[in-house]
């Protein structure tokens, strides 16, 4: 069976940084996508990606990059972190654009202080 | 604008209940509909999902109904278990225009002992 891994677990920063998550999945999936959940706001798609070196906006993509330059690893870049900003990154991954049936990775815990 | 909604926000029963949850949806062009549950501190996963093809889909205590001409969907868990408790999400993706799944903002759902 295949696993996707993101790094890091939990991540503490200070307004205004930039901040990079990252994902790997081993699973050869030619789609990966970047999910942000907030409490009471299920998930929102910031980013997506058909495959290697493609990359799509999702409706939050406003403050966030994102890198895609292997099959295998999906990369996020919050650009500049907002003061006291809490939310679970996730990063999931799909065989293609016609299976919409998504593994999830263990999710990022970001806090900004 | 939400293009999947949820209902209840949250939903306590008692074990041996039956657990309805709800979904709505704006697209008429959706034709996949997963439910992924999500237990504490873990990630969502694929539990069951339905396409317009049919107006049911049971897999064991978990049943999705379908009502397209409504666009809305329900999921019954029948002798529901303190087990079952979870954040219930509901997806709607098509095969034209938004093939990316799209999430409504969950259902949290706790079953008594």
């Known amino acids: 069976g295949g696993i996707i891994t993101q790094t890091p677990k939990f991540l503490i920063g200070q307004e205004g940084q930039k901040l990079t998550l990252k994902c790997q999945q081993n699973f050869n999936h030619d789609t990966m996508y970047w999910y942000r959940q907030d409490s009471g706001k299920g998930l929102r798609l910031i980013y997506y990606?058909?495959?290697?070196?493609?990359?799509q906006k999702g409706d939050l993509s406003e403050g966030y990059d994102a890198s895609r330059e292997k099959k295998s690893s999906f990369s996020l870049t919050v650009t500049s972190a907002q003061k006291n900003e809490m939310a679970v990154f996730l990063c999931a991954s799909s065989i293609s654009t016609a299976n919409s049936d998504y593994t999830f990775g263990s999710g990022t815990r970001l806090l900004v202080i | 604008q939400q293009q999947v909604r949820q209902s209840p926000q949250s939903l306590t029963v008692w074990e041996g209940e039956t657990a309805i949850l709800n979904c709505s949806y704006e697209?008429?062009?959706?034709?996949?509909f997963p439910w992924y549950w999500q237990f504490p501190r873990e990630s969502p996963a694929l539990l069951i999902a339905?396409?317009?093809?049919?107006n049911k889909k049971e897999d064991g205590r978990f049943t999705i109904f379908f009502n397209k001409r409504e666009k809305k969907l329900s999921l019954h868990i029948t002798d529901s278990q303190p087990g079952d408790s979870a954040t219930y999400f509901c997806a709607a993706s098509g095969s034209s225009g938004s093939w990316q799944l799209i999430f409504g903002s969950g259902t949290q759902l706790t079953v008594m002992p």
């Open positions: 990606s058909i495959t290697e070196n493609d990359l």
């Open positions: 697209d008429s062009t959706f034709d996949y």
């Open positions: 339905i396409r317009p093809v049919s």
